[in-house]
C-alpha cells in the first residue's frame, strides 16, 4: 500500500511528531510512505523522520493549479493508494487533493488533531473579548466570532463530504464536530487516538522533586502563563521542590519576563529538548491549555510514571485520566480560579508521597493502552474499512 499524508507545514510539532511515528510504523509493516507539505520542511523534523519517507514541497498554501498539477504528478509517480490530511478544518488541502486525485481511485482521510467544537482563531478573538471593555469593540469582536465560526463550520463541512472517513481522536468530539461543521449525519467519522511516540526505556534513577511543562510556548491555546500562577502559589511552601519548563515559542520572552516580576524561585526555562530524560526524572506534569485534540505529552509522561494534573478544558482528556486514579484533572472554572485549584491538586501530591506513587504506578499501566502497535491495527481497520 502506498500512503501520503498531506500536510500544511513539518515544522517541530505534535502533528508532525505524530505523522513521524506512524509513517515509520507503516513503512516497518511493508508499506511505502510519502509526506507532501504546502509550506515549510523544518530540517530538525526531517532529520528525525524514517529516511524512507519521500518528502515534497509544493511551496504555498494555495487551491493553485500549480499546486494541484505538482501533486497529481506525486500522487501518479508514487502510485499512491491513500491520502490521510492531517489537517481537517481547511478547505484548501482538501480542495487541492479532490482535484489532483480525479479519476485516480484514492482513498482520501482526513484528520483533525484537536477539539472540533473551537479553533485558534476563535479562542484569539474570545481571548480579545475578555479583556475588552468596551460595549461597541465587544459588540464588533462577536460579530467577528460569529462570522469565523460560520466559516469555519462550512469548511470543515467541505472537508467531511470529501474524504472517505474523517478521523477524530475521541468518541467524546463526535457531537460537536456535528455541531461545528452544520452535519446531520456523520457516519463517516472513526475515531482514532494518537499513539505514543517515544519509546520507553527503563531506567534505575529515582524520581526528583520536579514539576514539569513540555510543550510550545504560546499563551493562544497552551496558556503557559496560567503554570507560572501555579507556581507563585507554590514554590515559597516547597522550596525542595522546582518548576521546570520544556519548550519553546513565540512567548517565552514574555513568560520569562512575567517569572521575573513574580519573582518566582526554583524556575528554569530548559528551551527545546528530547523530553525523555525531563519525564524519567519528573513526579508531576502540567499541562494548562484551554484546548487540545487528545494531549500527547500526558500519555508520553505517564509512560515513564509522571503524575499528570490537568486542566479539564477538553472532554478527550477524560478518555486519557481516571481523575483521582492515574492523575488529576481540574473542572472548568472562571480564570482566577484555575491556578488555586491546580496549586490545591498539587500540594496534595507532594504533600502524600505514597499518593504521589500509587497515581505514577497507575499512570503506567494506563499509558500502555495507546501502543504504537494498538493504534497501527486500529488506522488498518480504518483503512481496509474492517469492522
Avoid at 462550512?154 to 463530504?161: A, G, K, L, P
Avoid at 501502543?371 to 480504518?382: E, F, G, H, Q, R
Wanted: hydrophobic fraction near 40%; aromatic fraction near 10%; glycine fraction near 6%.
Amino acid at each position: 500500500m502506498n500512503i501520503l499524508f498531506l500536510m500544511k507545514y513539518y515544522q517541530v510539532g505534535g502533528q508532525e511528531t505524530v505523522t513521524n511515528v506512524l509513517a515509520h510504523k507503516f513503512i516497518e509493516e511493508g508499506h511505502n510512505v510519502s509526506v507532501v507539505c504546502f509550506t515549510e520542511l523544518s530540517p530538525i523534523m526531517l532529520e528525525r523522520a524514517d529516511k524512507q519517507i519521500h518528502f515534497y514541497g509544493l511551496g504555498d498554501f494555495k487551491a493553485s493549479k500549480k499546486n494541484i498539477t505538482s501533486l497529481r504528478e506525486i500522487l501518479i509517480n508514487e502510485k499512491i493508494n491513500i491520502i490521510i490530511n492531517q489537517w481537517g478544518l481547511p478547505y484548501i488541502p482538501t480542495k487541492v487533493a479532490s482535484e489532483a486525485s480525479r479519476s485516480l481511485n484514492i482513498k482520501y482521510i482526513s484528520v483533525y488533531h484537536n477539539d472540533p467544537g473551537t479553533n485558534g482563531r476563535l479562542k484569539v478573538i474570545e481571548q480579545q473579548l475578555h479583556k475588552e471593555q468596551s460595549a461597541i469593540k465587544r459588540g464588533v469582536l462577536k460579530v467577528k466570532w460569529q462570522i469565523v465560526r460560520i466559516m469555519t463550520g462550512i469548511s470543515m463541512n467541505y472537508v467531511y463530504r470529501h474524504s472517505d472517513f474523517y478521523a477524530l481522536l475521541s468518541k467524546s468530539f463526535i457531537e460537536s464536530f456535528r455541531k461545528f461543521a452544520f452535519l446531520k449525519n456523520v457516519s463517516k467519522v472513526k475515531v482514532i487516538a494518537n499513539p505514543l511516540t517515544i519509546d520507553f526505556s527503563d531506567t534505575d534513577d529515582l524520581k526528583q522533586r520536579e514539576i514539569l511543562f513540555v510543550g510550545r510556548l504560546e499563551n493562544n491555546q497552551k496558556r503557559v502563563d496560567r503554570i507560572l500562577d501555579i507556581w507563585a502559589l507554590l514554590y515559597r511552601k516547597y522550596p525542595n521542590w522546582k518548576l521546570t519548563i520544556v519548550g519553546d515559542g513565540e512567548d517565552r520572552d514574555m513568560l520569562e519576563e512575567k517569572s521575573r516580576k513574580l519573582q518566582l524561585k526554583n524556575i528554569e526555562f530548559a528551551g527545546y529538548h528530547n523530553p525523555v530524560e525531563y519525564f524519567k526524572r519528573a513526579s508531576i506534569l502540567l499541562l494548562t491549555s484551554d484546548y487540545e485534540g487528545f494531549g500527547l505529552v500526558i500519555i508520553e509522561g505517564m509512560i515513564y510514571g509522571v503524575v499528570p494534573v490537568v486542566y479539564g478544558s477538553y472532554s478527550a482528556v477524560y478518555d486519557i485520566i481516571d481523575d483521582t486514579v492515574d492523575g488529576l484533572i481540574i473542572s472548568k472554572d472562571t480564570e482566577s480560579v484555575i491556578p488555586v485549584k491546580m496549586a490545591e491538586k498539587i500540594e496534595m501530591l507532594i504533600d502524600s508521597p505514597v499518593l504521589l506513587n500509587q497515581m505514577s504506578i497507575r499512570a503506567i499501566e494506563k499509558s500502555k493502552n495507546y501502543s504504537l502497535d494498538k493504534i497501527y491495527l486500529a488506522w488498518m481497520s480504518m483503512l481496509f474499512n474492517r469492522h
